[in-house]
């Protein structure tokens, strides 16, 4: 495993101890197109506002059912929890928060395939579903992790 950021590890608990570092990300939403430049340019700033909405409506919704997402996150599993930074634009990490392992019922792959980014699908005790994208090399590893 590389190297984990002594500051992505400073707030672990005494006996915590961690075992997988992601990269995590919400895909957003894109609209194909087959048109001349003026138009194109329109639905992509159409597609820009969208997403940026659902990015809102989306981090209000993690924030009010205790599981922090943002559009680019670097996810540590520790022993213990599952620790979420908001990663991007040159800037340090910020942390988001954390969910207990005991809280995560189960953790698949829902789609066959590989690829760069391969979607997981946590199912919490509470019965809330969150489906977000990691490395694809990284997947089954983050997913075995979070099921032993």
């Known amino acids: 495993m590389a ?9 672990l608990r005494g006996s915590e101890r961690p075992v997988l570092l992601v ?5 957003k939403v894109a609209t194909g197109f087959l048109t001349i430049i ?5 639905i992509r700033a159409v597609d820009f506002v969208r997403n940026r909405r659902l990015l809102n409506r989306t981090r209000q919704r993690a924030v009010d059912l205790g599981f922090p997402l943002d559009r ?9 929890r599952l620790l979420v930074w908001r990663r991007g634009g040159g800037r340090a990490a910020q942390p988001l928060g954390g969910v207990e392992l005991s809280d995560v019922s ?6 066959v ?3 760069r980014w391969r979607f997981v699908e ?3 005790n509470r019965g809330l579903v ?6 694809g090399h990284l997947a089954e590893r983050f997913v075995e992790s979070l099921t032993r």
């Open 38 to 42: 003026p138009v194109g340019l329109i």
């Open 23 to 27: 990269q995590a990300r919400l895909p």
């Open 106 to 111: 189960t953790a698949r792959l829902p789609f």
């Open 72 to 80: 680019h996150m670097t996810i540590l599993v520790s022993t213990e």
């Open 130 to 135: 969150v489906r977000f994208q990691v490395e």
């Open 3 to 11: 190297s984990i950021p002594a500051t992505l590890t400073s707030g």
């Open 113 to 115: 395939g590989g690829g």
């Open 122 to 124: 946590l199912v919490l």
